[in-house]
């Protein structure tokens, strides 16, 4: 099994050969390709956070009897002659999604971009798995170059780590890029205006009282509802403080072992209010709002 120092050098070159594609305007195949390398060099960073805290933590397979050989083989001092070790043991490591669950306990640059790491995740699976015309090329652009060097940045801070050393020579450039475009872009300020826009469409609504009925009416059946890979749960509007509904789906990955899909996780997927009208999707959009919030409610999820 690899080391935290070989993931951590992994990282380092992996998203370095994604930094000369990244910038304000990319085309296509600069979007798949920075994509590839950027969303496979974090994947290695979040199994360098957990290997450096514990080695079996990156391990699918954290049992004794196969931890023990995998990680601690070279100081056996007696032979396992009771089969208290695997003669066979499973080396893999876990994949990005579960590595981000179980990082995100440790990390609290990993919990404060978990939305954006969820969005990461997907396009490495379209990269991957999926056709790449489903690769939302003007969003993945805008991760690159807006959140990417943030991510990186904020993981590092964290643990002393020289963020430069991830970016080389585009270092200062990619810096610059991302603090451009979020302050062109004042996302807080547009946000603002846009709940305050939702206040005052519900202020106009309040004293309809048919309106009100058929929003609660949505609301409760809502709530009330849920399928096999999504529940709703309340979410207090942050426009109108009416009761919103948050729609919660499970994360899934593949065990090619078991050949069957399992659930890493639960994540936000989308905010709406009946009420006022507001609807919330984007990553950005949930982490402005706290959406994350839910998760320490004690909410009966998936």
Same mark, same amino acid.
């Given at each position: @099994? @690899?080391?935290?120092?070989?993931?951590l050098t992994?990282?380092?070159k992996?998203?370095?050969m994604?930094?000369?594609?990244?910038g304000?305007? @990319?085309?296509?195949?600069?979007?798949i !390709?920075?994509t590839?390398?950027?969303?496979?060099?974090?994947?290695?960073?979040l199994k360098?956070?957990?290997?450096?805290?514990?080695p079996?933590?990156?391990?699918?397979?954290?049992?004794?009897?196969?931890a023990?050989?995998?990680?601690? /083989?070279?100081?056996?001092?007696?032979?396992d002659?009771h089969?208290?070790?695997s003669s066979k043991?499973?080396?893999?490591?876990?994949s990005? &999604?579960?590595?981000m669950?179980r990082?995100?306990?440790?990390?609290?640059?990993?919990?404060?971009?978990?939305?954006?790491?969820?969005?990461?995740?997907?396009y490495?699976?379209?990269?991957a798995?999926r056709?790449?015309?489903?690769?939302d090329?003007?969003?993945a652009? &805008?991760?690159?170059?807006?959140?990417?060097?943030k991510? $990186?940045n904020?993981i590092?801070?964290?643990r002393?780590?020289? $963020?430069?050393?991830f970016?080389?020579t585009? !270092?200062?450039r990619?810096r610059?890029?991302?603090? /451009?475009?979020?302050?062109?872009?004042?996302?807080?300020?547009? @946000?603002?205006?846009r709940?305050?826009? !939702?206040?005052a469409?519900?202020?106009? &609504?309040?004293?309809?009282?048919?309106?009100i009925?058929?929003a609660t009416?949505i609301?409760?059946?809502?709530?009330?509802s849920?399928?096999?890979d999504?529940?709703?749960v309340?979410?207090t509007?942050?426009?109108?403080?009416q009761e919103?509904?948050? &729609?919660?789906?499970p994360?899934?990955?593949?065990?090619?072992a078991? /050949?069957?899909?399992y659930?890493?996780?639960?994540? $936000?997927?989308?905010?709406?209010?009946?009420?006022?009208?507001?609807k919330l999707q984007?990553y950005?959009?949930?982490?402005?709002?706290?959406a994350?919030?839910?998760?320490?409610?004690?909410?009966?999820?998936?």
């Amino acid at each position: @099994m @690899m080391t935290a120092s070989e993931f951590l050098t992994d990282a380092k070159k992996l998203i370095l050969m994604s930094c000369g594609d990244i910038g304000e305007q @990319m085309n296509e195949l600069e979007v798949i !390709h920075a994509t590839t390398f950027f969303s496979i060099g974090i994947e290695r960073l979040l199994k360098f956070v957990l290997a450096d805290i514990n080695p079996v933590f990156a391990l699918t397979n954290g049992d004794f009897k196969n931890a023990a050989p995998c990680l601690y /083989k070279h100081k056996f001092v007696n032979g396992d002659q009771h089969g208290v070790t695997s003669s066979k043991p499973d080396t893999d490591v876990v994949s990005f &999604r579960v590595a981000m669950q179980r990082a995100l306990i440790f990390s609290t640059g990993v919990k404060e971009n978990s939305q954006l790491l969820f969005s990461l995740a997907n396009y490495r699976d379209i990269l991957a798995h999926r056709p790449l015309s489903e690769l939302d090329i003007v969003k993945a652009n &805008r991760l690159l170059a807006k959140d990417g060097y943030k991510l $990186v940045n904020d993981i590092c801070s964290e643990r002393s780590l020289s $963020v430069q050393e991830f970016f080389g020579t585009n !270092h200062d450039r990619l810096r610059g890029l991302s603090r /451009k475009i979020q302050s062109e872009e004042d996302f807080s300020r547009e @946000m603002a205006t846009r709940i305050e826009q !939702h206040r005052a469409l519900w202020l106009s &609504r309040a004293s309809q009282l048919e309106f009100i009925k058929q929003a609660t009416d949505i609301t409760e059946s809502l709530l009330a509802s849920s399928g096999h890979d999504f529940s709703y749960v309340p979410f207090t509007c942050p426009a109108c403080a009416q009761e919103a509904v948050a &729609r919660i789906e499970p994360d899934y990955d593949y065990d090619p072992a078991e /050949k069957t899909s399992y659930v890493t996780g639960v994540f $936000v997927d989308s905010i709406t209010c009946y009420f006022c009208g507001l609807k919330l999707q984007d990553y950005e959009e949930l982490n402005y709002v706290d959406a994350n919030s839910i998760f320490e409610d004690g909410h009966d999820l998936v």
